[in-house]
């Protein structure tokens, strides 16, 4: 059997093993290269860092014993202890040192990394100095101690996140958001990933070379390829990796951690399928989006209503073409319903309503003449939560009824005259919790009573404009279509009556000088763009609107594709660009022809005496997903054998990404006496500096291609 002496050698000579290992790696860091069975030591290192850090608290109380010195016994056991507890902290730092080369980066590990280094070396010397003066041998423990604990800290941020110590008494209250100020993004698709995926891909424990704690991460991508592309699932590792098995060791989540949930699967593909915005609201999608009716639904309050659903027929019947009926929410007993069109307003369709009027929770009836009409129905609503009656003309006993329903939190009576009497009783309704009172005549004395006697209320009285300066809502662009045969009728509106809407049709920006000023709807025969602003008085001018549209013209007779697209976005091949189908700028997967090794180039012949003077080619932009304008695009003519250049250009490459958009390319040809033409898009060879995959080809991706006299 082993003497204690023995022991102790034996502890003291492997002590000097791991110093000189770890001085190696310290000082090779990842120059040096370790075979792969190492990796399996460094991934030992959170199994095997717990025994140096109780063997060496251990042994530092034992440096505390009072008269220890005279208790021989009881200080070998606790130099022993702490001789052993330095050979695991050597062997955990060792370890560590190795993992460290794998995936790991940033402040935390730094930290982390040399707080290691420093316990080993400190209770290195506190071991062969433990003879010297008592009272310096405690301070030093006590020194060594600390460090033990930081060090800790940092290795538990470095795994479980830097709140995870405090994370137990933090505030857990959850900010409210209102649906109108709600991000697809930051609201609704961080979160999942905060939840399921930032612990393996933040600062510290970067794995796959993918960041996921910030937007610049997200948007550089992984070693395996791009985060998210708008619309393409095949080539969007998020979607590839969270649809692969759970036992494919590439899954995502990894099968160890908490899996996403059968909806939070739906919602990320849903918002790659809408474009993968990392800044769109989450309301400027269309309410049917699916997107949409998953995420809303937590921004008002998730309120449940234990009152039975309405007849679906009853519903269905209520629906028409100047009434909308609608659940709140999916799934939801509460009923929306909006009336609009002023002129099919009918005002004893109204007293259709008594079907459903254990339904109603929200009911607007805005700019609808109410004037004289009986609203006495509405007390027959006994779940009514919000009402919308802004500039309907009520009068004050119209005022009155509505003033006396308690169940009401949101009231909107804008545009209405709110007399003293009215007033008195508006002052009543303690239960509201949002008011608005826009044009209401009120005066500065009346809004202070209202304040005072509604203190728990939000009340908006309208924009007084003191001062400040806001900018306009961008114009609305109205078109049936946007590839049509004959012509085409473009409407521009505002919601603001008074503002003045100025536009372009030649693809150049509006000012509020050289843009045209629109009067009334613009009939159009040709291909373009349209981009439209807004400008008013005390306002600042609006960001542009903008449209394209397509004038579909002359049909080739004839028509190939000399290089195939590429096998992911093939489309429908060469019929694809005559179709005229519009594909959606998001879903580029979809009808978007694609090419990147080899250039698009098409041959086209037409019917005698019909050959176009002009070429528009639909193209698709999404720098971040790779897609640029061509390097150069040229159009030949075949003239007695030879090609003749009839046209081309060279698009100036974007020098920042911007979200996924159609562009037009119109471009006209210098004589139509050829036989056929040849259209050549030349794809971009390296993509620029400023992108994070710069010196990668770039795409060209196509949709249509329209011909012109």
């Given at each position: 059997?082993?003497?204690?002496?023995?022991?102790?050698?034996?502890?003291?000579?492997?002590?000097?093993?791991?110093?000189?290992l770890?001085?190696?790696?310290?000082?090779?860091?990842?120059?040096?290269?370790?075979?792969?069975?190492?990796?399996?030591?460094?991934?030992?290192?959170?199994?095997i860092?717990h025994?140096?850090?109780?063997?060496?608290?251990?042994?530092?109380?034992?440096?505390?014993?009072?008269?220890?010195?005279?208790?021989?016994?009881?200080?070998?056991?606790?130099?022993?202890?702490?001789?052993?507890?330095c050979?695991?902290?050597?062997?955990?730092?060792?370890?560590?040192?190795?993992?460290?080369?794998?995936?790991?980066?940033?402040?935390?590990?730094?930290?982390?990394?040399?707080?290691?280094?420093?316990?080993?070396a400190g209770?290195?010397?506190?071991?062969?100095?433990?003879?010297?003066?008592?009272?310096?041998?405690?301070?030093?423990?006590?020194?060594?101690?600390?460090?033990?604990?930081?060090?800790?800290?940092?290795?538990?941020?470095?795994?479980?996140?830097?709140?995870?110590?405090?994370?137990?008494?933090?505030?857990?209250?959850?900010?409210?958001?209102?649906?109108?100020?709600?991000?697809?993004?930051?609201?609704?698709?961080?979160?999942?990933?905060?939840a399921?995926?930032?612990?393996c891909?933040?600062?510290?424990?970067?794995?796959?070379?993918?960041?996921?704690?910030?937007?610049?991460?997200?948007q550089?991508?992984?070693?395996?390829?791009?985060?998210v592309?708008?619309?393409?699932?095949?080539?969007?590792?998020?979607?590839?990796?969270?649809?692969?098995?759970?036992?494919?060791?590439?899954?995502?989540?990894?099968?160890?951690k908490?899996?996403?949930?059968?909806?939070?699967?739906?919602?990320?593909?849903?918002?790659?399928?809408?474009?993968a915005?990392?800044?769109?609201?989450?309301?400027?999608?269309?309410?049917?989006?699916?997107?949409?009716?998953?995420?809303?639904?937590?921004?008002?309050?998730?309120?449940?209503?234990s009152?039975?659903?309405?007849?679906?027929?009853?519903?269905?019947?209520?629906?028409?073409?100047?009434?909308?009926?609608?659940?709140?929410?999916?799934?939801?007993?509460?009923?929306?319903v909006?009336?609009?069109?002023?002129?099919a307003?009918?005002?004893?369709?109204?007293?259709?309503?008594?079907?459903?009027?254990?339904q109603?929770?929200?009911?607007?009836?805005?700019?609808?003449?109410?004037?004289?009409?009986?609203?006495?129905?509405?007390?027959?609503?006994?779940?009514?939560?919000?009402?919308?009656?802004?500039?309907?003309?009520?009068?004050?006993?119209?005022?009155?009824?509505?003033?006396?329903?308690?169940?009401?939190?949101?009231?909107?009576?804008?545009?209405?005259?709110?007399?003293?009497?009215?007033?008195?009783?508006?002052?009543k309704?303690?239960?509201?919790?949002?008011?608005?009172?826009?044009?209401?005549?009120?005066?500065?004395?009346?809004?202070?009573?209202?304040?005072?006697?509604?203190?728990?209320?939000?009340?908006?009285?309208?924009?007084?404009?003191?001062?400040?300066?806001?900018?306009?809502?961008?114009?609305?662009?109205?078109?049936?279509?946007?590839?049509?045969?004959?012509?085409?009728?473009?409407?521009?509106?505002?919601?603001?009556?008074?503002?003045?809407?100025?536009?372009?049709?030649?693809?150049?920006?509006?000012?509020?000088?050289?843009?045209?000023?629109?009067?009334?709807?613009i009939?159009?025969?040709?291909?373009?763009?349209i981009?439209?602003?807004?400008?008013?008085?005390?306002?600042?001018?609006?960001?542009?609107?903008?449209?394209?549209?397509?004038?579909?013209?002359?049909?080739?007779?004839?028509?190939?594709?000399?290089?195939?697209?590429?096998?992911?976005?093939?489309?429908?091949?060469?019929?694809?660009?005559?179709?005229?189908?519009?594909?959606?700028?998001p879903n580029?997967?979809?009808?978007?022809?694609?090419?990147?090794?080899?250039?698009?180039?098409?041959?086209?012949?037409?019917?005698k005496?019909?050959?176009?003077?002009?070429?528009?080619?639909s193209?698709?932009?999404?720098?971040?997903?790779?897609?640029?304008?061509?390097?150069?695009?040229?159009?030949?003519?075949?003239?007695?054998?030879?090609?003749?250049l009839?046209?081309?250009?060279?698009?100036?490459?974007p020098?920042?990404?911007?979200?996924a958009?159609?562009?037009?390319m119109?471009?006209?040809?210098?004589?139509t006496?050829?036989?056929?033409?040849?259209?050549?898009?030349?794809?971009?060879?390296?993509?620029?500096?400023?992108?994070?995959?710069?010196?990668?080809?770039?795409?060209v991706?196509?949709?249509?291609?329209?011909?012109?006299?």
């Amino acid at each position: 059997m082993l003497k204690i002496s023995s022991i102790r050698s034996i502890l003291e000579s492997t002590l000097f093993i791991w110093i000189g290992l770890t001085l190696i790696i310290t000082i090779a860091g990842n120059a040096l290269a370790l075979p792969d069975w190492l990796q399996v030591v460094g991934r030992s290192h959170p199994i095997i860092l717990h025994f140096p850090i109780v063997l060496l608290l251990i042994g530092l109380l034992f440096f505390w014993i009072p008269g220890i010195d005279k208790k021989p016994e009881i200080r070998e056991m606790g130099e022993l202890s702490f001789l052993a507890g330095c050979n695991f902290a050597g062997i955990t730092v060792l370890a560590g040192l190795i993992l460290a080369q794998e995936e790991y980066t940033g402040e935390i590990l730094t930290w982390h990394k040399w707080g290691g280094l420093i316990v080993f070396a400190g209770c290195v010397l506190l071991y062969f100095y433990r003879s010297i003066k008592a009272n310096l041998i405690r301070l030093s423990s006590i020194a060594l101690a600390l460090a033990i604990i930081a060090t800790g800290h940092w290795g538990a941020g470095l795994t479980h996140g830097e709140d995870f110590l405090l994370a137990p008494i933090q505030s857990n209250e959850i900010e409210v958001i209102p649906l109108a100020e709600a991000e697809i993004f930051g609201d609704v698709v961080q979160p999942i990933l905060q939840a399921k995926c930032v612990s393996c891909h933040k600062e510290g424990k970067i794995k796959g070379e993918l960041r996921m704690d910030h937007i610049e991460g997200l948007q550089k991508g992984g070693k395996s390829g791009p985060f998210v592309l708008a619309g393409d699932f095949e080539n969007s590792m998020l979607i590839q990796r969270i649809n692969l098995p759970e036992d494919d060791k590439k899954h995502m989540p990894p099968k160890n951690k908490a899996q996403l949930t059968d909806e939070e699967l739906l919602i990320l593909s849903e918002w790659v399928a809408s474009g993968a915005s990392f800044e769109q609201k989450l309301v400027t999608l269309p309410a049917k989006n699916e997107l949409y009716q998953l995420a809303s639904v937590k921004f008002e309050g998730n309120k449940i209503y234990s009152f039975d659903a309405a007849d679906l027929d009853d519903i269905q019947e209520l629906n028409t073409s100047f009434r909308s009926v609608q659940p709140l929410f999916p799934e939801s007993p509460a009923l929306d319903v909006s009336y609009f069109g002023i002129s099919a307003f009918q005002p004893e369709s109204l007293t259709d309503l008594k079907k459903v009027k254990n339904q109603v929770v929200r009911f607007s009836l805005n700019k609808m003449p109410l004037a004289g009409v009986d609203l006495t129905f509405l007390k027959d609503f006994t779940h009514l939560e919000e009402l919308q009656l802004n500039f309907t003309d009520l009068n004050t006993d119209q005022l009155n009824l509505i003033f006396s329903l308690n169940t009401l939190e949101v009231l909107a009576i804008s545009g209405n005259t709110i007399d003293k009497q009215s007033l008195s009783n508006l002052a009543k309704m303690t239960s509201l919790k949002k008011l608005f009172v826009w044009q209401t005549g009120l005066s500065d004395k009346d809004q202070e009573m209202l304040k005072k006697a509604l203190p728990e209320t939000i009340i908006d009285f309208g924009f007084d404009g003191k001062g400040v300066i806001y900018e306009l809502n961008s114009p609305i662009i109205t078109q049936s279509e946007m590839i049509y045969q004959d012509s085409l009728e473009l409407k521009l509106s505002h919601p603001i009556p008074t503002a003045e809407i100025r536009y372009t049709l030649d693809g150049t920006e509006p000012d509020s000088i050289s843009g045209k000023v629109y009067t009334e709807p613009i009939f159009t025969k040709s291909t373009g763009k349209i981009i439209a602003k807004a400008y008013a008085a005390e306002w600042k001018g609006s960001k542009s609107s903008e449209s394209i549209y397509i004038h579909s013209g002359i049909q080739p007779t004839e028509s190939v594709l000399v290089n195939d697209p590429n096998p992911k976005y093939k489309a429908t091949g060469v019929a694809t660009l005559f179709d005229l189908v519009k594909a959606e700028a998001p879903n580029h997967g979809q009808k978007w022809l694609g090419f990147q090794d080899h250039p698009m180039v098409l041959e086209v012949s037409f019917a005698k005496e019909n050959n176009p003077k002009e070429v528009s080619l639909s193209l698709l932009y999404n720098e971040g997903a790779h897609i640029f304008p061509p390097s150069k695009v040229t159009i030949q003519g075949l003239e007695n054998g030879k090609w003749q250049l009839l046209a081309s250009t060279s698009p100036e490459v974007p020098s920042k990404g911007a979200p996924a958009r159609s562009e037009l390319m119109n471009m006209e040809l210098a004589n139509t006496n050829y036989e056929k033409l040849k259209i050549t898009l030349t794809p971009l060879s390296r993509l620029p500096k400023w992108h994070p995959f710069a010196g990668d080809k770039g795409w060209v991706f196509v949709d249509e291609v329209i011909f012109n006299e």
